[in-house]
T-cell receptor, first 113, second 114 residues
Framework: DSGVTQTPKHLITATGQRVTLRCSPR?????VYWYQQSLDQGLQFLIQ???????AKGNILERFSAQQFPDLHSELNLSSLELGDSALYFC????????????FGPGTRLTVL | AQSVTQPDIHITVSEGASLELRCNYS??????LFWYVQSPGQGLQLLLK??????LVQGIKGFEAEFKRSQSSFNLRKPSVHWSDAAEYFC????????????FGGGTRVLVKP
């Protein structure tokens, strides 16, 4: 158990819908990262927040957005969902904003029908 | 742009035999390098990391990795594999000056024969 929690574990929805994935980092960690794992694209970095502010951006679609709240939990919002958005979405956390190793949550499996 | 290549998609090894997983990276600066393991239905667990210093890095579960700058490689090794080592292994490079954006390789799935 990494100490990173993600909810829900599974999510099934329809095309065009909007969903919110939630992540709680390990106690004391200030950075939260979001990753997408799909068969087509493999593991891809989406975005990082550090202490409430966006710190780094990867291959995140405009339909996707994220935020980190004052209590340090983070949410990833996915809108106008397409079939290709079906994937495993991981959240990771680390103490520092840079260079530190990241602890991954168990993931949220999103299925878009 | 940085990239990570894991040439072997699948590797089958007998229990008790040694294991080596290959990883090659492309990155302009001194890389932050990581190996993660993903068991079926699980998240990723960090095995070891290299930032600087000694090029032979020890990790958890008996794994080690060696950084070879001249070969742009960071291969993972284990002298004697256990059945519980069956999983998918990912090499990653931390990009950016801060090393915080991980770029992953495609992964190597390890099967362990009894």
């Amino acid at each position: 158990d990494s100490g990173v929690t993600q909810t829900p574990k599974h999510l099934i929805t329809a095309t065009g819908q909007r969903v919110t994935l939630r992540c709680s980092p390990r106690s004391g960690d200030l950075s939260v990262y979001w990753y997408q794992q799909s068969l087509d694209q493999g593991l891809q970095f989406l975005i990082q927040y550090y202490n409430g502010e966006e710190r780094a951006k990867g291959n995140i679609l405009e339909r996707f957005s994220a935020q980190q709240f004052p209590d340090l939990h983070s949410e990833l919002n996915l809108s106008s969902l397409e079939l290709g958005d079906s994937a495993l979405y991981f959240c990771a956390s680390s103490v520092a904003s840079s260079g530190g190793w990241q602890f991954f949550g168990p993931g949220t499996r999103l299925t878009v029908l | 742009a940085q990239s990570v290549t894991q040439p072997d998609i699948h590797i089958t090894v007998s229990e008790g035999a040694s294991l080596e997983l290959r990883c090659n990276y492309s990155y302009g600066a001194t890389p932050y390098l990581f190996w993660y393991v993903q068991s079926p239905g699980q998240g990723l667990q960090l095995l070891l990391k290299y930032f600087s210093g000694d090029t032979l890095v020890q990790g958890i579960k008996g794994f080690e990795a060696e950084f070879k700058r001249s070969q742009s490689s960071f291969n993972l090794r284990k002298p004697s594999v256990h059945w519980s080592d069956a999983a998918e292994y990912f090499c990653a490079v931390g990009q950016g000056a801060a090393g915080n954006k991980l770029t992953f390789g495609g992964g190597t799935r390890v099967l362990v024969k009894p």
